[in-house]
């Protein structure tokens, strides 16, 4: 009977693999010269600056930005085409776009440099995901390590947030009550945290950028 439920729940669907999509950037002598960003159709990010991390940091997403990427993966084909614009530009790293949808081994496509407006629009968005990711490990980090840097990490944050630009910012909120509350803390700095706090608690679960189209 066991064998016969595995059997009939694979048939119906039951085991289907979410679809997932990912960015790597790749750029030696950058900062960090190595990034991935994973994120499933749940919403669930994974960032990691190794190949080999087997710890990434991880957050979710709001479900009307997973929508907008997951769209602009749909609009470039699921990266069956070629995106590379073949100009003579500048090395800015090498850019891979993976979709993986569990029906076979995926589809991905690298590039330096694409002239595809979509392309381009969905490259910024993994990017800000991975600032937003970035700043939160620097953040968490001069919480523990480095006091004096704490106020500086929240510039960061907050340039991020003023500019739209900031990915899942309820990720934040724990670390921010984590520094309101840290009496050791200078009161400029707690008061920061708890006004950014506040901000990311009443925002709408996603703001999207006017810059982009």
């Known amino acids: 009977m066991r064998f016969v439920l595995i059997a009939l729940a694979c048939s119906t669907g039951l085991f289907a693999v979410a679809p997932k999509l990912s960015y790597t950037r790749s750029f030696p002598g950058s900062t960090p010269d190595y990034f991935c960003v994973g994120l499933d159709r749940s919403g669930a990010i994974e960032y990691k600056e190794s190949p080999t991390d087997d710890q990434p940091l991880k957050a979710q997403l ?3 930005q997973v929508t907008e990427l997951f769209a602009m993966a749909e609009k470039l084909n699921y990266f069956k085409t070629p995106l590379e614009s073949g100009l ?17 081994p995926g589809n991905e496509v690298t590039f330096n440099y694409s002239v595809n407006e979509v392309a381009q629009q969905l490259q910024d968005k993994f990017e800000q995901i991975g600032a937003s990711e970035r700043a939160y490990i620097e ?8 006091r004096l840097g704490v106020n500086d990490a929240l510039a960061e944050v907050e340039t991020l947030w003023l500019h739209k630009q900031l990915a899942a910012p309820k990720q934040f909120v724990p670390l921010l009550t984590r520094i309101t509350n840290r009496e050791t803390l200078m009161h400029l700095v707690r008061d920061r945290a708890a006004r950014l706090k506040e901000e990311f608690e009443a925002a709408p679960d996603y703001a999207p950028d006017p810059k982009q189209k």
């Open 62 to 64: 709001p479900d009307a």
């Open 88 to 104: 003579k530009v500048a090395n800015t790293g090498k850019k891979t776009l993976r979709y993986e949808d569990g029906n076979g």
């Open 139 to 146: 953040l968490d980090r001069t919480v523990h390590y480095d």
